[in-house]
């Protein structure tokens, strides 16, 4: 048996099974989540005890993902060899279902309130970039594109910065998938 390599500081779910690196499956986390149905879920854990990690492991599982030029990610690989799998009901009926919008305020702990809303806006800006396909999409008006494209490039004012979240998930809702 080879000794599978320790994922030290990798948040990113999909690197560590492509890389094979050691993880312990916490699949089951998603047929809890579904069943329990929370309006809201809360995960405390003291740090470095990978709450990202799993943040990112739901995310792949959920989320109905696309490339930047609009064609569809299939991540059902990256659950394969997961306990999650043997759940195959729920599997068909949420995996690869949804959009999702991720947002880690772990950048924002800064020494000033101005760096912190710096950063705070890197991260808006990532996720609308993840979901770019939207700008090639026809559900968005030519006004919306322009809004889309501020944000997007972190020239959004401050205001437009305030809603740019509740604006996504309304643009996200809209699509419809492609």
């Given at each position: 048996?080879?000794?599978?390599?320790?994922?030290?500081?990798i948040?990113n779910?999909?690197?560590?099974?492509?890389?094979?690196?050691?993880?312990?499956?916490?699949?089951?986390?998603?047929?809890?989540?579904?069943?329990?149905?929370?309006?809201?879920?809360?995960?405390?854990?003291?740090?470095?005890?990978?709450?990202?990690?799993?943040?990112?492991?739901?995310?792949?599982?959920?989320?109905?993902?696309?490339?930047?030029?609009?064609?569809?990610?299939?991540?059902?690989?990256?659950?394969?060899?997961?306990?999650?799998?043997?759940?195959?009901?729920?599997?068909?009926?949420?995996?690869?279902?949804?959009?999702?919008?991720?947002?880690?305020?772990?950048?924002?702990?800064?020494?000033?309130?101005?760096?912190?809303?710096?950063?705070?806006?890197?991260?808006?800006?990532?996720?609308?970039?993840?979901?770019?396909?939207?700008?090639?999409?026809?559900?968005?008006?030519?006004?919306?594109?322009?809004?889309?494209?501020?944000?997007?490039?972190?020239?959004?004012?401050?205001?437009?910065?305030?809603?740019?979240?509740?604006?996504?998930?309304?643009?996200?809702?809209e699509?419809?998938f492609?």
């Amino acid at each position: 048996m080879t000794k599978q390599p320790l994922a030290i500081g990798i948040e990113n779910y999909k690197e560590i099974i492509e890389k094979n690196y050691y993880y312990i499956d916490k699949s089951c986390m998603i047929k809890d989540l579904i069943e329990e149905q929370g309006k809201v879920n809360l995960f405390t854990r003291p740090r470095r005890f990978g709450k990202t990690l799993a943040l990112s492991m739901i995310r792949t599982f959920f989320e109905k993902e696309y490339d930047i030029t609009g064609n569809l990610i299939d991540n059902t690989e990256y659950f394969a060899k997961m306990k999650i799998w043997q759940e195959k009901e729920i599997c068909e009926k949420y995996q690869g279902k949804y959009p999702v919008i991720t947002l880690s305020l772990k950048s924002a702990k800064q020494p000033t309130f101005e760096l912190a809303y710096q950063m705070i806006v890197e991260q808006i800006a990532s996720e609308f970039k993840r979901h770019r396909y939207l700008l090639k999409s026809d559900v968005l008006l030519e006004d919306e594109k322009e809004r889309y494209q501020a944000l997007m490039t972190r020239k959004g004012s401050q205001a437009e910065m305030t809603m740019a979240l509740k604006f996504l998930s309304d643009c996200l809702k809209e699509i419809q998938f492609i």
